[in-house]
């Protein structure tokens, strides 16, 4: 996967894509994992991230680690 900063949504979504597909997991299992819905990880992945709050869309990124997410800081 690529490590350069993330800076649109449509890089999010692709980076949330990428890193579920490597896991293996599918996006019922993403979803359910994060605790968000399958529709808002769908929009997530598609680059529409418009109305999504900063806690969903960073649950859809903790879902993505096999444990508690990494610090930041």
Not at 32 to 57: M, N, P, Y
Not at 62 to 67: F, N
């Amino acid at each position: 996967m690529d490590t350069l900063p993330i800076t649109t949504p449509r890089q999010a979504g692709i980076y949330v894509r990428q890193a579920r597909e490597a896991q293996g997991l599918t996006r019922a299992a993403l979803a359910k994992k994060a605790g968000v819905s399958e529709r808002l990880l769908a929009s997530l992945e598609l680059g529409d991230a418009t109305g999504i709050r900063l806690d969903k869309l960073l649950a859809g990124f903790g879902g993505l680690w096999p444990g508690p997410p990494p610090q930041m800081g």
